[in-house]
C-alpha cells in the first residue's frame, strides 16, 4: 500500500507541474505502481498474504472466545493450566 500511495503522490505532483518532480522523467514517477505490481505479486505468491488473514482469523477468534468465556463468567484461560 506504501508504493501505491508514493505513485498517487509522485503522479499528482508530476501532473500539476510541482517542485523538483516536474522535470522527472515518467518512468520514474510511474514507477512506484510497478513496485506494487511486483510486491502483490510476490506476496501471493508465497503465501504471506494468507498467512496474514490466517493470523487475523485467529485473533479473531481468540478474542470471541474470551469474551464468551468472560460472558459465562469463567474468565481466561491462563496458559499451562488445565
Do not use: N
Not at 493470523?55 to 468472560?70: F, H, N
Amino acid at each position: 500500500m506504501l508504493f501505491l500511495g508514493l505513485g498517487i503522490l509522485l503522479l499528482a505532483l508530476k501532473y500539476f507541474e510541482f517542485g523538483p518532480v516536474a522535470e522527472w522523467s515518467w518512468w520514474l514517477v510511474l514507477s512506484p505502481f510497478a513496485l506494487a505490481v511486483v510486491w502483490w505479486a510476490w506476496a501471493d505468491w508465497s503465501g504471506y498474504t494468507k498467512r496474514k488473514a490466517v493470523e487475523r482469523e485467529e485473533v479473531r477468534k481468540k478474542a470471541r472466545i474470551d469474551k464468551q468465556r468472560e460472558q459465562l463468567g469463567l474468565g481466561t484461560k491462563k496458559p499451562g493450566r488445565r
